[in-house]
Nanobody
Framework: VQLVESGGGLVQPGGSLRLSCAASGFTFSNYIMNWYRQAPGKERELVARVFRGSGSTNYADSVKGRFTISRDNAKNTVYLQMNSLKPEDTAVYYC?????????WGQGTQVTVSS
């Protein structure tokens, strides 16, 4: 099983980034896909979730209206479009796949929002 994140980097406040997470080794379409983040000195928090099947989504209040999660089951990839980025969005972003008792994690990608 592998989850490989990409797309992180340094961006100015108000800018945008698009994170990608390429999955392999499991049946991607059967899993809920999540993006979490962890800032220095803080606990890991759920940012966004996209369900299997309907593809419905949930967001943390702090990112609603700015971030969009999506999935492409044909490409086994989940995305996180991040707009209007703020310094408080600075964190390591992790991709997570969840189904029943199974949880898989990526290695994380750093997002830094700074002028």
């Amino acid at each position: 099983v592998q989850l490989v994140e990409s797309g992180g980097g340094l961006v100015q406040p108000g800018g945008s980034l698009r994170l990608s997470c390429a999955a392999s080794g499991f049946t991607f379409s059967n899993y809920i896909m999540n993006w979490y983040r962890q800032a220095p000195g803080k606990e890991r928090e759920l940012v966004a979730r996209v369900f299997r099947g309907s593809g419905s989504t949930n967001y943390a209040d702090s990112v609603k209206g700015r971030f969009t999660i999506s999935r492409d089951n044909a490409k086994n990839t989940v995305y996180l479009q991040m707009n209007s980025l703020k310094p408080e969005d600075t964190a390591v972003y992790y991709c997570n796949a969840h189904r029943l008792e199974y949880d898989y994690w990526g290695q994380g990608t750093q997002v830094t929002v700074s002028s």
